[in-house]
């Protein structure tokens, strides 16, 4: 759980997958979700009684020798690999790269959103697979699909910036848009605005020596954070 | 990194896939010993006395069902004495009767004498339940790594250091 404050390396993928993944549950509990950890806790009962299971085996076969334990050994051996089998069916076809299951407060429509991440190799781009289910309803009410660049919420030194995330999440998923009506606004606000950059603009942007670099939630969040890096410079001047 | 010792569940299931690599490493060795019925179904050769058939550090792989045919004569089997632990790998010249009761007698092809100096003390044969399994198949040298590392225990330290290295090395 990469809080905001620890660096990563931007060329590992895996890094930015897990950073990101990690502060999906921090901002949905912030914003009152209840987080269910089914999925979760079937994969590690699962897991771990084959664990005790081959522990086990690796005692009575320890104590007892190989001949007298044969055909319980063989039993352990076969239904190791069936949890075994099991776990990985668990993972492929049920979680299915799932990082967080909750469910919105009622204010916000109590709906449970289901919410699975991808990366493809060497491609850093963010799929975000959100599935909404109704309030006590089982079936799929909705499927939303994002892919977004790590860029929008990783600075060029490897930062997480909570900001531009949770901007992304709330903006593209109602229930979330619901549930933190503020970063709903902003992302609305910056779709909006990246077609802002006329070339009229940018030309006076130049000559006011002013770098526009990334895409305009990076500009929009790197702005507020060098505002507040001055001001508090100022301030303890 | 330590950062994550916050979220109990991902402690617990980082700590459940070191484990089950582990687990899955045994179970696979205990399912290969209920086929082939061996305890031990992969032995490593320790001594010359079968060269030149098998070098020391061959890999040996054994099997311990007579489906077809009983242990013959001709046979190169592996075999455990009675109050030593170390397998004996060794052919078969001679047996007297049939079935679980024949008396067989081993010898090493590159050895003058056959077996009874190294049976247990009143023992002059084998039984069938004496045999941990038949050669079936062999990988030259490979098990030489474990040879290495039995007689010289110092690189068992070099090797730790080693694989800590390149752990810490990785989580950089």
């Given at each position: 759980m990469a ?11 895996a890094?930015?997958?897990n950073?990101?993944d990690d ?14 950890h089914?999925l979760t806790d079937v994969r590690l009962a699962l897991g771990y009684t084959a664990f005790a299971l081959a522990a086990a085996c690796f005692a ?20 190791y690999?069936?949890l075994n089998?099991l776990l990985t069916?668990w993972v492929?076809?049920?979680e299915?790269?799932?990082v ?138 | 990194m330590l950062s994550s010792l916050q979220n109990p569940r991902q402690v617990a299931a980082q700590l459940m896939n070191f484990g089950l690599i582990l687990s899955t490493a045994f179970m ?135 694989m800590g290295?390149?752990v810490v090395?990785q989580r950089?």
């Amino acid at each position: 759980m990469a809080s905001s404050q620890d660096k990563i390396t931007v060329y590992n993928l895996a890094d930015l997958k897990n950073t990101s993944d990690d502060a999906i549950p921090n901002y949905l509990n912030s914003l009152g979700f209840t987080q269910s950890h089914r999925l979760t806790d079937v994969r590690l009962a699962l897991g771990y009684t084959a664990f005790a299971l081959a522990a086990a085996c690796f005692a009575w076969d320890y104590k007892f020798g190989f001949d007298s334990t044969k055909h319980l050994t063989a039993a352990a051996v076969a239904l190791y690999t069936l949890l075994n089998g099991l776990l990985t069916l668990w993972v492929c076809y049920v979680e299915r790269g799932t990082v967080y299951v909750g469910t919105a407060p009622s204010a916000a429509g109590g709906e449970t959103v289901r919410i699975s991440t991808a990366t493809k190799k060497n491609v850093p781009t963010y799929h975000v697979t959100v599935e909404v289910t109704g309030k006590g309803g089982k079936e799929v009410v909705e499927t939303v699909k994002v892919s977004r660049s790590f860029t929008e919420w990783f600075d060029g030194a490897g930062r997480f910036v909570a900001a531009p995330f949770q901007a992304m999440l709330a903006g593209s998923v109602g229930v979330i848009g619901r549930a933190d009506p503020k970063r709903a606004a902003k992302a609305r606000e910056e779709a909006d605005g990246p077609a802002a950059y006329t070339p009229e603009m940018l030309n006076v942007l130049a000559q006011a020596n002013v770098s526009v670099v990334g895409s305009a939630a990076e500009e929009a969040t790197g702005s507020e954070a060098a505002e507040a890096k001055k001001a508090g410079k100022r301030r303890k001047a | 990194m330590l950062s994550s010792l916050q979220n109990p569940r991902q402690v617990a299931a980082q700590l459940m896939n070191f484990g089950l690599i582990l687990s899955t490493a045994f179970m696979m060795w205990k399912g290969l010993s209920i086929m082939t019925d061996s305890p031990s179904p992969i032995v490593v050769v320790l001594s010359g006395s079968m060269e030149p058939a098998f070098q020391r550090g061959d890999l040996l792989m054994l099997w311990n069902r007579n489906l077809f045919s009983e242990t013959n004569v001709g046979e190169i089997v592996v075999y455990n004495v009675k109050g030593k632990d170390i397998p004996i790998v060794h052919r078969v010249v001679r047996k007297f009767g049939a079935g679980p009761d024949a008396k067989l007698l081993t010898k090493g092809d590159n050895n003058a004498a056959d077996d009874t100096e190294l049976y247990a003390r009143g023992q002059d044969y084998l039984n069938r339940k004496d045999i941990v399994g038949s050669v079936v198949g062999y990988m030259p040298f490979v098990g030489y790594v474990t040879i290495m590392l039995s007689e010289h225990p110092w690189l068992k330290t070099v090797m730790l250091g080693i694989m800590g290295l390149v752990v810490v090395l990785q989580r950089e």
